[in-house]
């Protein structure tokens, strides 16, 4: 994201607005927020590496992403590759749609990019695109009034290439809005930093652009801040959407809004972008708060939760054994299905710097690996966990 300047409101929004009060069903939704699944996204995502648009591991990130939402329960017809192109780069965004109940024909978009130009980017953008997974694991069998779209762009870095093309040829064609849209709700940058205090999100507003959809955008921000005080522990404060992927969705005339972390980290396009430097507990509250705005904004039914879509292979990776932990030599991966014959096992450093990787290998030697701490990656049929290991000498 290219937020160059804060332009940060001095107002805070706070209480309710009108008749905006918390409803209990949504807010047991948001409370399904798991640290555990924020955790381990941020992690998967940081250990893909550079994203840049176009290369191979911007490709497998898109491929990640889409194995997440398979491990929901979504069905791929629920699930379309959006491919576009610019000068002779080739990329694709994600969209994924779940159908409302009374409104089908009408969205609320939630999106953000995953696309990265410096680093890992585990904050800018793997930090919305976890809370975005996490929304669509909590809300896949939850009835909305209106469809959801939950959308991955990629190109944002390099001049919001993936989000122009979608709002420019499939939601608006030859001056003719052809999808009848609610909001757009972006999320950018909200990783936080390690050490910094992050208690805070920013709601963004449109306050340029086109002017006729300002007021709406407004009512709408004040809407998300409200959802933000009821649902997560989060505090709020207004600002300005700026040059992120909800911009082309409002040169089209469409309401936006967005979350924005609010002490910035500045680590962004930087390789200090990595899981080592995010606050994966500050993501969790954005989930939680991202959680209960969705709810508000497709009009969640208030029927007690059904139970919620559980990621499987990730579950069947979280009692992988490693060890010893420390180690000096020798390190042991135990995979919890003996039967599992294709697996990766990759030690990286805090900054996802690779140092080891190995194929169908449960013992590896580690002994030219230098003292200190490591994260040890085991990948098996489209899963991954990750874990802290000490290397001792």
């Not at 001095?10 to 927020?33: C, F």
């Not at 994203?51 to 791929?76: E, H, M, P, Q, R």
């Not at 000068?87 to 994924?96: E, H």
């Not at 407004?218 to 933000?228: K, W």
Request: glycine share 8%; proline share 4%.
């Amino acid at each position: 994201m290219k937020k160059l300047t804060p332009f940060l409101c001095t107002a805070l929004a706070v209480g309710s607005l009108g008749a905006q009060t918390l409803i209990q069903t949504y807010k047991n939704r948001a409370d399904m927020v798991s640290q555990t699944n924020i955790t381990n996204n941020l992690q998967e995502f940081s250990n893909l590496g550079i994203k840049t648009t176009g290369s191979v591991n911007n490709a497998n990130t898109l491929t990640w992403i889409k194995n997440k939402y398979t491990s929901f329960g979504y069905s791929a017809s629920q699930i379309v590759e959006n491919p576009f192109t610019f000068g002779s780069t080739s990329s694709k965004n994600l969209v994924i749609t779940k159908t409302g109940t009374l409104y089908p024909d009408k969205y609320v978009i939630i999106c953000g990019h995953y696309d990265t130009i410096t680093g890992p980017g585990t904050s800018d953008n793997g930090s919305g695109t976890s809370v975005i997974l996490e929304v669509a694991r909590i809300l896949k069998d939850v009835p909305t009034e209106y469809s959801i779209k939950f959308i991955h762009f990629s190109g944002e870095e390099q001049g919001l290439y993936g989000s122009s093309h979608y709002a420019n040829n499939i939601a608006f064609q030859n001056g003719v809005k052809k999808l009848d849209i609610k909001v757009v709700f972006n999320l950018d940058q909200v990783g936080g930093k390690i050490g910094n205090v992050n208690d805070k999100i920013i709601c963004e507003k449109d306050t340029g652009g086109q002017s006729g959809n300002n007021a709406a955008s407004n009512t709408i921000t004040q809407q998300l801040a409200t959802c933000t005080t009821l649902y997560s522990p989060l505090q709020t404060s207004i600002s300005n959407a700026y040059s992120s992927d909800y911009m082309p969705f409002e040169k089209k005339g469409y309401v936006i809004t967005g979350f924005y972390e609010y002490t910035r980290s500045y680590n962004e396009h930087t390789v200090n972008d990595t899981f080592a430097n995010v606050d994966p507990v500050y993501v969790f509250k954005v989930g939680k708060a991202a959680v209960g705005a969705m709810q508000h904004f497709a009009t969640a039914s208030t029927a007690a939760p059904a139970p919620v879509a559980k990621e499987k292979p990730i579950k069947s990776l979280e009692a992988v054994k490693i060890y010893p932990n420390p180690a000096k030599d020798i390190l042991t991966v135990e995979l919890p299905d003996s039967n599992t014959k294709k697996f990766t096992v990759e030690i990286t450093d805090l900054s996802g710097q690779s140092f080891l990787k190995e194929e169908n290998q449960a013992q590896l030697n580690i002994s030219r690996l230098a003292k200190g701490i490591y994260l040890c990656t085991v990948n098996a049929e489209g899963s991954s966990v990750t874990r802290k290991v000490i290397i001792e000498k």
